[in-house]
């Protein structure tokens, strides 16, 4: 049976380029996205057209029971899961606190925290049982940093790092590996970020900062640590990462307001 990458959030940003980098070792990829059936198409034709092995499905990980019945299928039909990718983002733009409903707040902690839960208690145990393996969870800005108009992504993107924390404890002396990553700045990822502002915008915003500028992240290039992260010997593990645009201001050095 062939090693598995199983990616959770699988549009054409990260989700895709860790895919292929991935493919490219050997890897049976299983790409998870919620809506998108054209585009899952398109992601599983171009692994296979390339001579790699891959599935795809259609879930939303919110829905109760679906994640853990995909988990025990990979398991069982398709191979061991050696690598599993959260990518699940909870962006929902700014909203004050008035126009953040409880349904909103709440959806975000299932996007972003309650999500990666179900995914552990399910995938943990074969993990354990074979002393390896490594769960990759994408984070942002708002993991480390709250923000105006952030009190639903921030709050449950916060939460997401310190469960991998607190995963990292109980999981990594039994040799399976938790990795958190800071992306701190905006994605070449026409799938959320590109959605989200409006393909105008978005075309503007890539003249302004594209690749050549680097003032975006590209997906190919964050895969790549993503690779590498899932494949450190265990006498040198990283369990968090950040990475951001070598123009970009870190988080940590958010210009002050104006007074
Ligand atoms: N994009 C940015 O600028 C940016 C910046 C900082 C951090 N991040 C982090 O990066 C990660 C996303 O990476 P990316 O932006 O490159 O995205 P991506 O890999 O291109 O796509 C992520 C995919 O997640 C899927 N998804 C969303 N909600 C889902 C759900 N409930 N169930 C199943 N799948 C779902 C979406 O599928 P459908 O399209 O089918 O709905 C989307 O295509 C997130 O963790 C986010 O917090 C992104």
Request: aromatic share 6%; glycine share 10%.
């Given at each position: ?115 990666l839960f ?75 970020l590109g ?65």
């Amino acid at each position: 049976m062939p090693k598995v990458c199983l990616i959770i959030g699988a549009g054409a940003g990260i989700g895709m380029s860790t895919s292929r980098r991935f493919a490219k070792d050997g890897y049976h990829i299983c790409l998870v996205r919620r809506s998108d059936q054209a585009g899952l198409d398109k992601s599983i034709h171009e692994l296979i057209e390339s001579g790699h092995q891959a599935s795809g499905f259609i879930l939303d990980v919110t829905t109760p029971d679906h994640l853990e019945a995909l988990v025990t299928k990979i398991e069982t039909e398709i191979g061991e899961i050696h690598t599993a990718v959260y990518n699940i983002g909870a962006q929902i733009g700014d909203r004050n606190l008035d126009s953040t409903t409880h349904k909103v707040f709440e959806l975000g902690w299932k996007l972003g925290t309650f999500g990666l839960f179900r995914l552990a208690k399910s995938l943990m145990p074969y993990m354990v049982q074979r002393s390896s393996g490594c769960l990759l969870v994408t984070g942002a800005t708002a993991s480390v940093r709250g923000n105006g108009g952030q009190h639903s992504h921030a709050a449950t993107m916060a939460s997401r790092r310190m469960l991998c924390q607190s995963l990292n404890a109980e999981f990594a002396p039994k040799g399976v590996h938790i990795a958190h990553i800071v992306i701190d700045g905006l994605i070449d990822a026409p799938d959320t970020l590109g959605k989200m502002l409006g393909p105008d915008a978005f075309e503007d915003l890539k003249q302004r900062k594209g690749y050549e500028k680097n003032g975006l992240l590209v997906p190919d290039q964050i895969a790549e640590s993503y690779f590498h992260l899932a494949h450190q010997h265990p006498s040198a593990w990283t369990h968090e990462l950040d990475l951001r645009p070598h123009s970009a201001l870190p988080w940590w050095n958010h210009q002050k307001l104006d007074l």
